[in-house]
Nanobody, 122 residues
């Protein structure tokens, strides 16, 4: 499967962005999707994940209440709606996919797309 993340950009604190993760090459509806991010000089960290079918979602504490993960299987696409952005959200955001069950562990994901840069100015 190939994943393509998009939708990043330069915004001000308090603004919103919606990231997209478009999949091709396999039945996306059977996959869980996770979003991870990596800020300069830091380890990649979990942001949000959604199980196949969308029944279960998981969020890092730092984004709960501000970010929402969703998916539209008919479009082979998952989304990360990011509201009330903060400068500390600045990072390269990547999406990963794995069969069925969502997890918060980066190593559990089998497929990755290239990241999209999100920069939040204060």
């Amino acid at each position: 499967v190939q994943l393509q993340a998009s939708g990043g950009g330069l915004v001000q604190a308090g603004d919103s962005l919606r990231l997209s993760c478009a999949a091709s090459g396999r039945t996306f509806s059977s996959d869980a999707v996770g979003w991870f991010r990596q800020a300069p000089g830091k380890e990649r960290e979990f942001v949000a994940a959604i199980s196949w079918g969308g029944g279960n979602t998981y969020y890092a504490d730092s984004v709960k209440g501000r970010f929402t993960i969703s998916r539209v299987d008919a479009k082979n696409t998952a989304y990360l709606q990011m509201n009330s952005l903060k400068p500390e959200d600045t990072a390269v955001y990547c999406c990963g996919a794995r069969p069925y069950r969502a997890t918060m562990r980066e190593n559990d994901y089998d497929y990755w797309g290239q990241g999209t840069q999100v920069t939040v100015s204060s």
